[in-house]
């Protein structure tokens, strides 16, 4: 199996996971890297435990905040999340990942909303659920126009909880060039469909499975 530095992550990053003893990629993070890299949409099926956020984390964010890509302002990176807790884990390992060279705004209900404007005002990347988000949106308190990649991360259970009239109605305010990526644990028919809407034409990775929880 090829080391991080072997899939083309910078040394800068490889660093930082290397401090918390991670060194090598599990096979989905392999994988979806050089997918990633090239700029293709993915379709990920990926149980949990196994990595799935640093997956499309690692690749991410070196393309969009490595050293060889071109320096923009505004936030060039959106991650979707069913649950708040999820949200605030994602935006951890991507802090792990990035360290204090850009900063990942949560915004979710239950939380201070004049705090989440105000730290969108300076955030390269949102995470975020559905519903805060496009009230923000609809308010026109947040601009996305500068988005080069979208992530529904645990896409079947968005829609399993309800999310969908609410991810349709994001797509008006998305642009329309970006990268897709979707990631799930189960073979889900809704999450095809929604790519399709989005426009994506995903590479297919992985093998949804019965068992969503890798054992150990």
């Not at 990920?44 to 799935?52: D, E, I, L, P, V």
């Not at 004049?114 to 805060?132: F, N, S």
Request: charged letters at 25%.
């Amino acid at each position: 199996m090829a080391l991080f530095s072997e899939l083309g992550l910078s040394q800068e990053f490889v660093d930082r996971l290397a401090a918390d003893g991670i060194t090598q990629p599990t096979p989905i993070q392999a994988e979806v890297f050089p997918l990633v890299m090239e700029g293709k949409s993915v379709l990920g099926f990926s149980k949990t435990g196994t990595g799935k956020t640093l997956a499309f984390l690692a690749p991410l964010v070196q393309r969009i905040f490595g050293p060889e890509a071109p320096t923009s302002k505004g936030i060039r990176l959106l991650v979707m999340v069913p649950t708040r807790e999820l949200a605030f884990q994602v935006a951890e390992e991507f802090e792990r990942l990035v360290g204090t060279t850009r900063r990942a705004v949560v915004v979710v209900g239950g939380e201070a909303e004049d705090r989440q404007i105000a730290g969108a005002k300076d955030a390269d990347t949102l995470v975020a659920t559905p519903g805060r988000l496009i009230d923000l949106l609809e308010r026109r308190m947040l601009d996305v126009q500068a988005l080069e990649a979208i992530v529904l991360d645990e896409a079947d259970r968005l829609l399993d909880m309800g999310f969908l009239p609410d991810i349709r109605r994001l797509m008006a305010y998305l642009p329309p060039k970006r990268q897709m990526l979707f990631f799930s644990a189960t073979l889900h028919f809704g999450v095809d469909e929604l790519s399709y809407e989005f426009g994506a034409e995903c590479t297919r990775i992985g093998e949804p499975a019965e068992d969503i929880t890798v054992e150990g």
